[in-house]
């Protein structure tokens, strides 16, 4: 596909308006499963956005030990560079609800247990608080989309006047190609103008405008809790990379929680087809600590975003120091359970699992080198 094929991680954006500087380019960190995959890359629209802040280099390893975002590299032996795994933290953003589906807010740390690999973890940090994110908004644009777009775009524009006011978030929309229409922003008016640009036509290619997304986050968000919000109508039919391929590239990035709205109604809705979207939508929010929700009208879909801004806004935030070494790398499974006295049936929704994310610093320490 034109600008979409599965490439190396490479150049992010180029703004195209006459008068403003080109984008720089950005090279993706290379993801940390223990095969590299070509991915997607977002393709500017022509409507201007404007510049990210140019990225900063990290600090050189010239001290005898460095603190890193994965752990602490020290100085051992011979004087070789090692990394000290028991600093590997892991962070959860987890929701929960009782057996009737109520969302349950008011629990202590010491209610939830932890499990990795089937291996309970220490709790290191517990937050309950509205912590501001950095949100993707991405919004179906094939031409089955074209009568619903009046109701997704107020639907849109009210996730964001309901988010917490130091959230940022930027628009995607995404047919047989994905376009970025509005970098990150808080300004509803920037986001309005945003969604004017995007035209309902050609196929679905949902897998990678969510791969885009995910890098693009990883590259450009100044939040380090992440969330995708997908609104779309029915199921992928022109991407490149599979459902398996954009789950484990988002788990590679330790990436965001994926939200999903599916508008799998009307009279010319395929049942088939709106099953197997299903299936999907429900496997991408599932895998990622997200939820999806199908509602039976267009009238039903601004009360949708309204509790998923609720739902990020009121999650607990757990962190814990893996008792597995990253330097090992593979997929972990993650699993939390929560349970507290006057509480029936509590479950807790948080990603499934994750991939230890090592930077060049503790990369290369953990080589020896």
């Not at 600093?87 to 740390?109: C, F, H, M, T, W």
């Not at 992440?226 to 954009?246: F, H, K, P």
């Amino acid at each position: 596909m034109n600008g979409w094929g599965l490439m190396s991680l490479c150049a992010c954006l180029a703004v195209t308006q006459s008068g403003l500087t080109a984008w720089a380019q950005q090279t993706a960190p290379p993801p940390a499963a223990p095969q590299s995959r070509p991915t997607p890359n977002l393709t500017i629209d022509s409507d201007p956005v404007p510049s990210p802040d140019p990225a900063t280099a990290g600090p050189a390893l010239t001290a005898p030990s460095l603190t890193t975002p994965n752990g602490e590299v020290i100085r051992g032996e011979g004087g070789k560079f090692v990394l000290r795994s028991d600093n590997y933290e892991v962070r959860l953003n987890a929701s929960v609800v009782d057996g009737s589906g109520k969302a349950i807010d008011s629990l202590p740390q010491d209610a939830f247990r932890v499990y990795e690999d089937g291996v309970l973890q220490t709790i290191a940090s517990f937050r309950h608080e509205d912590v501001p994110v950095s949100l993707g908004i991405l919004i179906d644009s094939s031409g089955s989309m074209y009568d619903k777009r009046s109701a997704v775009d107020a639907a849109s524009l009210n996730l964001v006047r309901l988010s917490n006011r130091e959230d940022e978030a930027f628009l995607v929309d995404f047919s047989s190609e994905a376009y970025i229409d509005q970098d990150f922003t808080n300004d509803i008016s920037k986001l309005q103008q945003g969604l004017s640009y995007i035209k309902s036509s050609g196929g679905t290619a949902l897998y990678d405008a969510i791969v885009a997304s995910s890098d693009y986050l990883s590259k450009n968000s100044k939040r380090s809790k992440q969330v995708i919000l997908i609104i779309t109508d029915g199921e992928d039919n022109a991407s490149s990379a599979s459902l398996e391929q954009a789950i484990q590239r988002v788990q590679d990035l330790d990436g965001p929680a994926i939200y999903c709205i599916g508008l799998l109604f009307g009279e010319d809705t395929d049942r088939r087809e709106a099953r197997h979207a299903r299936e999907v939508l429900s496997e991408l929010a599932a895998q990622t600590g997200g939820e999806a929700y199908f509602p039976k009208s267009l009238k039903d879909v601004n009360a949708v975003t309204t509790e998923v801004a609720q739902d990020i806004r009121t999650q607990y935030t757990i962190a814990y120091r893996s008792t597995k070494s990253p330097a090992l790398g593979g997929y972990r499974q993650v699993h939390v359970e929560a349970k507290e006295k006057g509480f029936r049936g509590l479950q807790v929704r948080t990603r499934t699992g994750y991939f230890p994310k090592l930077n060049a610093a503790a990369t290369a320490a953990a080589a020896g080198q």
